[in-house]
């Protein structure tokens, strides 16, 4: 992946969509399941960015 | 003897002040540098979350926000509407000049800063009608402190976006890489706080 504001604008998108996916689920149900949605999706970004790491630095070497 | 004093002498002149920096064939300095700064950035605003959810979760009154405070959920949501928008405009203005559209790349610039203008102005206005202020418990010290770290990013995006506007107008910047880094750069930044303020909104009003 080229970083650049291409990129970073990607990362506006899948933001501000997990953001309203957590928006919706807290006010159709409760704070606390959107809560837990959303460390559900923190987990899953941070579980990405190890593998992308870990391929980024595979492939440099 | 004094052949050899004046050849080192002459030798030490060629050779002075530090060796130049290595630098990333895959990644132009001034990217590099922004990327790094908003890394140190995210570990800012990280320690203000571990404080936010410290005193939410362990310190915890039974009410967040605690009786009879309120925040103004719908007016922050139109300003997350109106931060968001401000970042779909800095990216037109980005495509425009990569195509050529010196135009576009004004527009989309002008909007941008006055799309950030605008929320910042809302925030001070909510600051202004919230009816608490810094100094009411823990939530007023650490409501302010997360939503203030936040507007002074935006307010030093808007001073990096008026140099790349009056650079614009003033002929500036062309499609090649090279030649818009003074866009991008911003551009990488606003989309940074817009990050942030999504995280923000989702945590502090919704949540």
């Known amino acids: 992946m080229k970083i650049s504001e291409d990129a970073v604008f990607r990362w506006v998108l899948i933001v501000g969509v997990a953001g309203a996916s957590v928006i919706a689920l807290t006010l159709l149900t409760r704070p606390l399941v959107g809560a837990l949605w959303g460390l559900v999706l923190v987990i899953a970004a941070c579980v990405h960015g190890y593998r992308w790491v870990r391929d980024w630095r595979r492939r440099s070497r | ?207």
């Open chain 2, 1 to 207: 003897m004094e052949s050899a004093t004046v050849a080192l002498g002459h030798h030490a002149e060629e050779h002075h002040g530090p060796p130049e920096a290595n630098q990333s064939s895959r990644i132009d300095k001034q990217t590099l540098g922004i990327l790094l700064f908003i890394v140190s950035e995210v570990m800012l605003f990280g320690a203000f979350f571990a404080s936010y959810f410290f005193l939410r979760v362990v310190v915890s009154p039974a009410a967040w926000p605690p009786h009879p405070y309120e925040l103004p959920v719908p007016v922050a949501g139109v300003n997350t509407a109106i931060l968001v928008s401000s970042s779909f405009t800095v990216h037109y203005a980005l495509e425009s000049i990569r195509r050529g559209n010196r135009e576009g790349m004004k527009l989309g610039l002008l909007l941008t800063w006055m799309l950030g203008a605008t929320f910042l102005f809302i925030q001070i206005n909510e600051y202004v009608h919230l009816g608490f202020s810094a100094r009411d418990l823990s939530f007023g010290s650490i409501f302010y402190c997360l939503t203030g770290l936040h507007g002074a990013h935006v307010f030093v995006g808007l001073m990096l976006l008026s140099f790349a506007t009056i650079r614009a107008f003033r002929g500036h910047f062309g499609p090649k890489a090279e030649d818009h880094l003074g866009v991008e750069v911003p551009g990488i930044y606003w989309h940074f706080v817009d990050v942030m303020w999504i995280i923000v909104y989702v945590t502090v009003y919704i949540l």
